[in-house]
């Protein structure tokens, strides 16, 4: 059966246009039986390739080589493919990608490549997709079908082109790539896979070593804003952090404007996230190592952060970008989230750039247009670029587009209660940073609006201590605190398996993760929360330990202030006037 | 210009190839549960809308109202639109309100 197939298809490739391309294998070598399965082999590589390679009118010579190293699958040369004569004893597996098949696809992807009316590897466009987008190694290394195709550009060509003519979920799983195979040499011959909408996205929770899967779908993204951290002040002087924000609609709400206040549902991409900038909780900043990956963090989280611990701004410049654009981003932003090994770290690569990269990569893959190496750097391509107003905009809280430093809100809050001779006339910074007793003895009848007051500015004062107390944390770690130090490395032995979210899936799957890997996810993310909740308990208890005994107690006393505030600021809310 | 063969045995043999073909029949294991970006409002919603307006609702409530961050007032449009009580109130109580839970 396998030979007459392959005659007639061969037959109906002669004929038609009378152009075909064909693949003459030389049998030496082979018994009867090999070559049977050699023809047969070659037919359904060759009714694999895309119409357009097909109907090429030109021949490569294949043959099956046992001198070919046993490593060694196949070899191409100037159009003379040499393939292993194992691949001959492999039998067919289905519709997926079977070693034998793909390996003759990869090596007729070469000979086009380097033949005439080729050169697709040199492409930027396509060395860019495909993870060279920076100087060095390419560091897409997790979530790959195959390792190899990140040792050249030429490899990359061939390896993907198996993967998107063997693998209906190709275009689920790399849709950038998949669409530019499309484009360049047309659909693969192969029933199309639906894809699901929705990208899974690993998201920060609440605790430490929590992390929330997210399907998070492309039609619910009403807008995508370059959102940008301030400075600070002069204390806490730094270069500013750049991220983008996506506007994501509350369920049930039409994308439109309204989603822009829709503030609970909002997702930040952060790359390199508070590595030596703001800590995502202050005490986990104290295992210092954050891998360099893409973070996804809700808006809530990160205006918490910024504005009422750091008393930085955060200022969203919205992105004129099409729906189309928005798409492509985040398909990019879910690549590098799932692929991006954060065991890489390249040196003068930080937010602005790899924020720069991703937006230049979704908008206009050819060229480099928006990098820059200052978050204020890549403002400026980007209002160049005209994606981003001149003007900055609207400061109004209502509109959702600032986020200002609480600040101001603290002094106002500071003043009435000095006013009200609650406190000591102290400055705000001051106040703040005073140990609990001088910032005033919290009276047991104090009303609502003082209670409220002072539990915001509790709360800030508790916060500031902790990073006090982590700064000093560091730098005892160096001298001695054996217990703080075994359980640090045991936290960052755990936390390591969370470098990136590829590391809780099985092998298997590549590419953006597919609606059937997602029930182990959520196993494994179940699992690694309690078991990342005890170690985290453990190494807080340790951190509280090697402390200064006054240290210590000034945190504990500032804790129980927060406490008896917040209980009876909730009392006297629920109260009726 | 070569293609390894060990790696791609390796790989095989590691069977990714069931895996890869049961997903053609489309299942979707896996999306009972969790975080979904569509579908209606839950009360875990409302408790994150509440939660993170905590600290601005304070301060509104201690300012008389000059205080309004952008996250109380998403908050005061989220409870407005799912709660018709809500939606008679007004910005203090809903602040207080925000406060009491």
């Known amino acids: 059966m396998r030979l007459s197939a392959w005659l ?13 391309l064909e693949l003459r294998l030389d049998p030496a070598g082979l018994n009867p039986l090999q070559q049977r399965q050699a023809s047969d082999l070659l037919a359904r590589a060759q009714a694999a390739l895309p119409e ?10 294949l043959h099956f080589d046992p001198r070919l190293p046993a490593d060694v699958a196949g070899r191409h040369r100037h159009g003379d493919l040499r393939l292993s004569p194992q691949l001959l004893q492999m039998a067919p597996v289905g519709e997926t990608h079977d070693l034998a098949r793909a390996t003759v696809l990869h090596e007729i992807a070469h000979a086009f490549d380097r033949g005439e009316g080729g050169g697709w590897s040199r492409q930027p466009h396509f060395r860019r997709l495909a993870g060279w987008d920076r100087r060095g190694p390419n560091p897409y290394a997790l979530r790959s079908p195959d390792d190899y195709e990140r040792h050249s550009p030429a490899e990359a060509f061939a390896v993907n082109l198996e993967w998107y003519l ?8 790399r849709p950038a790539l998949a669409a530019w195979y499309r484009q360049q040499l047309g659909p693969a011959p192969l029933p199309e896979a639906a894809c699901t909408d929705a990208l899974p996205l690993l ?15 492309p039609a619910r993204v009403y807008a995508v804003d370059y959102l940008l951290a301030g400075s600070g002040d002069a204390a806490m002087s730094r270069f500013g952090h750049a991220m983008l924000r996506l506007v994501v609609c509350a369920p049930g709400r039409i994308p439109g404007p309204r989603c822009r206040m829709d503030l609970a549902y909002h997702r930040v991409l952060s790359f390199r996230a508070f590595v030596n900038d703001v800590q995502i909780s202050n005490w986990r900043g104290l295992t210092g190592a954050y891998p360099a990956r893409l973070f996804v963090l809700p808006l809530d989280q990160v205006i918490e952060e910024y504005t009422r611990t750091e008393l930085r701004d955060l200022q969203a410049w919205p992105l004129a970008l099409s729906s189309a654009q928005i798409d492509a981003l985040l398909q990019l932003a879910a690549r590098a989230h799932w692929s991006y090994d954060g065991r890489y770290r390249f040196i003068g690569n930080n937010c602005a750039v790899e924020s720069g990269r991703l937006l230049d990569l979704a908008l206009t893959p050819q060229q480099r247009r928006l990098q820059a190496i200052t978050p204020r750097g890549v403002l400026h391509r980007l209002q160049a670029a005209g994606l981003a107003e001149v003007q900055p905009p609207s400061a109004r809280s209502e509109e959702g587009l600032y986020f200002a430093s609480a600040r101001e809100d603290y002094r106002q809050l500071l003043h009435g209660l000095q006013q009200a001779g609650l406190t000591p006339p102290l400055p705000l910074e001051r106040w703040l940073d005073s140990p609990a007793r001088q910032r005033g003895t919290l009276p047991p009848d104090l009303p609502l609006q003082p209670t409220a007051a002072w539990w915001v500015l509790e709360t800030a004062a508790l916060r500031r201590a902790e990073l006090r107390a982590l700064a000093q944390l560091k730098r005892r770690l160096g001298q001695g605190a054996p217990e703080l130090q075994t359980r640090l490395a045991d936290w960052q032995h755990f936390s390591g398996l969370f470098d990136a979210p590829a590391s809780l899936l099985p092998a298997a799957g590549y590419g953006i993760v597919q609606p059937e890997e997602l029930a182990a996810l959520e196993q494994a993310l179940a699992r690694h929360g309690e078991e990342g909740q005890a170690r985290w308990q453990a190494l807080h208890e340790a951190a509280e330990r090697a402390l200064p005994r006054a240290q210590r ?16 600021m909730r009392r006297l809310a629920a109260a009726a006037d | 210009m070569i293609r390894p063969l060990l790696f791609c045995t390796l790989l095989a043999a590691s069977a990714p190839l069931p895996l890869l073909a049961s997903s053609f029949a489309g299942t979707t294991a896996g999306s009972a549960s969790g975080a979904s970006s569509q579908g209606s409002s839950s009360s875990s919603d409302d408790d994150k809308v509440v939660q993170a307006a905590r600290g601005e609702a304070a301060g509104f409530v201690a300012s008389d109202g000059k205080l309004r961050g952008a996250r109380l007032q998403a908050a005061l449009l989220h409870l ?22």
Do not use: N, T
């Not at chain 1, 357009?52 to 010579?61: G, Q």
């Not at chain 1, 063997?166 to 799983?173: A, E, G, I």
């Not at chain 1, 107690?553 to 009876?568: G, I, K």
């Not at chain 2, 407005?80 to 839970?101: T, V």
């Open chain 1, 8 to 20: 007639a298809a061969a037959l109906l490739l002669a004929s038609g246009s009378g152009h075909a």
């Open chain 1, 52 to 61: 357009r390679w097909r109907a090429d009118p030109r021949h490569f010579s």
């Open chain 1, 166 to 173: 063997l693998d209906p979920q190709y275009r689920c799983r």
């Open chain 1, 203 to 217: 998201v920060a929770g609440a605790g430490a070593a929590q992390m929330e899967l997210e399907r998070l779908d």
């Open chain 1, 553 to 568: 107690l000034e945190l504990e006393q500032a804790r129980q202030r927060v406490q008896w505030l917040a209980a009876r």
């Open chain 2, 80 to 101: 407005r639109q799912h709660d018709a009580g809500a939606a008679a109130a007004s910005d203090m109580e809903l602040a207080r309100a925000i406060l009491a839970r």
